[in-house]
């Protein structure tokens, strides 16, 4: 019978991996990665500006499986777009561009333990606003003044995630987001740079570090 428990108590550890120990119940580290966006509703496609998602995170078990995570990072979002023109006079040429919102962000994800490396998950973020810089290169060069083509200063997206061990307390994350408000109205909006209002559409590939402590209530 010692033998059958001990056999049990062993299946149980490797399916949870790195989140086994049952006297643990907090998890907190870092995470670093590189986030690939693009904004929906600027009249260019594609997830080309790529941006720095960094910060802390704290893991907090609530059921075997089941944990709550929150972050608070520094993230850069944004986007950019290339269009090819013709001019009779210049020949063909090139517009360009450049859009980068930078946030505050502390995202909090409900995450499920498949096994012993791999975790789903799904929540929702909130980001501040802290910095905008929006310019374009066409014949000319354009900066746009933030005063006059305002954005939201929140930004709350939809957040699914996937996250894969490769070592000791080392895992492999990506995210998905998207924004569940507009970020900036249509009316705001760079005349000839978009139609219709804008949000934050973006996934991010990064590294996630975690140490546990802490006793089983």
């Known amino acids: 019978m010692a033998l059958f428990a001990s056999n049990i108590a062993n299946a149980q550890s490797k399916s949870v991996g790195f989140f086994a120990n049952p006297d643990r119940f907090f998890y907190g580290g870092i995470t670093a990665g590189a986030n690939f966006s693009t904004v929906d509703g600027d009249g260019y496609g594609g997830y080309h500006k790529v941006g720095l998602n960094a910060g ?3 893991y907090i078990k609530v059921l075997k499986r089941l944990f709550v995570s929150m972050e608070i990072l520094y993230t850069e979002k944004g986007s950019v777009g290339v269009m090819e023109y013709n001019n009779y006079y210049t020949g063909t040429g090139f517009d360009k561009y450049y859009l980068k ?3 505050a962000e502390v995202p909090v994800i409900f995450n499920f333990q498949l096994d012993k490396r791999w975790q789903i998950g799904v929540g929702a973020s909130y980001g501040q606003l802290v ?10 060069y354009y900066n ?3 005063a006059t083509h305002p954005f939201h200063k929140q930004d709350y997206n939809f957040v699914i995630k996937g996250s894969m061990q490769i070592g000791d307390g080392l895992f492999v994350n990506a995210k998905y987001q998207y924004s569940l408000s507009t970020i900036r109205d249509a009316n705001n909006i760079p005349l000839g740079y978009g139609g219709g209002a804008q949000y934050n559409n973006f996934f991010n590939l990064g590294l996630m570090y975690l ?3 802490g006793q089983a209530r």
Do not use: H
């Open 56 to 58: 802390g995170i704290v």
């Open 144 to 146: 746009f003044d933030p």
């Open 131 to 140: 910095k905008v810089k929006e310019e374009a290169v066409t014949q000319q």
């Open 211 to 213: 140490i546990g402590s």
């Open 101 to 103: 919102l930078n946030y």
